[in-house]
């Protein structure tokens, strides 16, 4: 990966790699989760905190054998079958660990391989069958004969062994090898030394168990998981006009007939209600968003709640503990920031609104500021109900408008404002007649 970060921790999604295979270890009923760990443990034990899974650390990097090894006194007292899974393998699905379990268990086999066939299968171990399709060995590709490299039946580095022969026979494997490595493939040949039942489970997808090795092939890990993601939500009801530039997290819901433009991001637990137009080009993070809302091109909302048949955009900010109320509007250039937007109030043009709690119908012209911070401490404003706010009005906060007031245009409130009343703060105009003939006939006077 050409990086300082252990592999694991690279994001998929937003989540870190190791995130998949723990989570399919609880997705398909796992009695109990082991992760090796060794190159930054505490990062990779940090990341997964609060997930019911137990750590077993590997000090010496020594093969695939020792990591498994490291893992036993976790799992002296565990019976049936033990699946032995790879944390650079997020795509696999639960259903086809539930077929290899399956298998495992109707041919009653001390392990069980997951295998797949690959068109180029240069660089990974051969699976080695018998006329009878039993397997006999995984032969490397360094060690393979031209024949053998013609096989295109690949081991996946995924296992189901019967937990009792994995306890009596990892304590075999020997380092006897070029690499000093233990080979949890070994394993194969002590079960057939042994007469015991290897069988093979072949994935016919073999996406499903790519490895991640590199930067590009997470990135192409995370288009077939984005894919995925896509096409669960268009067959919920969920029209995608460009799939392929469409972006939606593992745990954002969405609900029908709900469109998205390309170009939208939806992240962590974003909840998007029914009947809603997301437009061109938007991030949404950690919302959650009513039904019938129509969010307009190039947006950003994190942290906040939108109600039913609100209008954003296009170009709003919505901060986080933001709520935009019912048929609310938030129109360009407009940040909302930890502010309340009352139902029906409109924010239209080119505004900051920041610790703010606003009743309903107000309507807040071009160009308005609320001042919340006194660069030491953030104050709020409370606008009431069915208050006017004329253009290029600055709120100094802590300020209180009354309801059905009216702010002048270009004024600066610094005080409250009773229920009904006027406010106002202008200097007087003043005109001075031929007095910008003046000025400019002394300016250019100057530059002569």
């Known amino acids: 990966m050409k990086s300082e970060r252990v592999k694991v921790l690279h994001p998929l999604l937003g989540r870190p790699m190791i995130f998949f295979a723990a989570d399919l270890s609880l997705k398909i009923g796992a009695e109990k989760t082991v992760l090796v760990v060794g190159h ?50 997020p795509m696999l699905r639960p259903e086809t660990l539930h077929d290899l379990i399956r298998h495992h268990d109707e041919t009653s086999a ?22 009878s399709g ?51 493939t070994d394993l194969i040949e002590i079960a057939q030394y042994e007469h015991k039942q290897v069988s093979g489970l072949t994935c016919p997808d073999p996406d499903e168990v790519m490895g991640i090795n590199s930067r590009d092939q997470m990135a192409e890990a995370e288009a077939i998981l984005r894919k995925r993601i896509n096409l669960r939500h268009m067959r919920d009801g969920v029209t995608l006009l460009d799939p392929s530039r469409t972006y939606i997290g ?27 137009v997301i437009g061109p080009n938007t991030r949404i993070v950690n919302c959650e968003i009513g039904n019938q809302v129509e969010i307009r091109g190039f947006c950003f909302l994190t942290g906040s709640r939108v109600w039913d048949r609100a209008v954003l955009g296009p170009f709003s900010h919505l901060r986080p503990g933001t709520e935009i109320h ?30 703010t709690e606003m009743g309903e119908g107000v309507n807040i012209g071009a160009g308005t500021i609320t001042c919340n911070y006194d660069g030491i401490h953030k104050h709020k404003t409370v606008i009431g109900n069915q208050v006017f706010v004329g253009s290029d009005t600055q709120f100094v906060a802590p300020v209180r408008i009354g309801d059905r007031s009216m702010i002048g245009a270009g004024s600066t409130i610094t005080r409250d404002v ?13 005109n001075v007649e031929q007095g910008a003939k003046k000025l400019f006939d002394r300016l250019r006077n100057k530059k002569k």
């Open 250 to 276: 593992m745990n954002v819901a969405i609900g029908p007939d709900t469109t998205l433009y390309p170009g939208c991001y939806l992240e962590g637990k974003t909840r998007i209600g029914s009947g809603c």
């Open 134 to 184: 039993n397997i006999l060995k995984i032969v490397e590709e360094k060690d393979a004969t031209e024949q053998q490299k013609a096989i295109r039946e690949i081991n996946t580095g995924i296992y189901c062994f019967d937990a009792g022969f994995l306890r009596t026979s990892i304590a075999s494997l020997t380092n006897r090898n070029v690499q000093h490595e233990y080979y949890l």
């Open 418 to 430: 009773p229920e009904d009343a006027l406010g106002l703060s202008r200097v007087e105009q003043k």
């Open 326 to 355: 019912e048929a609310a509007h938030i129109g360009n250039f407009v940040e909302v920031k930890n502010s309340v937007i009352g139902a029906g109030s409109k924010v239209n043009h080119l505004s900051y609104i920041g610790d």
């Open 110 to 131: 001390a392990v069980t391989l997951l295998t797949t066939h690959l068109p180029s299968p240069a660089g990974y171990g051969r699976i080695v069958r018998s006329h």
């Open 40 to 89: 930054q443990a505490e990062e990779v034990q940090k990341a997964l905190a609060g997930k019911p899974v137990e750590f077993a650390l590997q000090k010496a990097q020594m093969g695939t054998g020792h990591a498994v090894q490291q893992a036993m006194p976790h799992l002296q007292e565990s019976r049936g079958a033990v699946l032995v899974l790879c944390g650079d393998v």
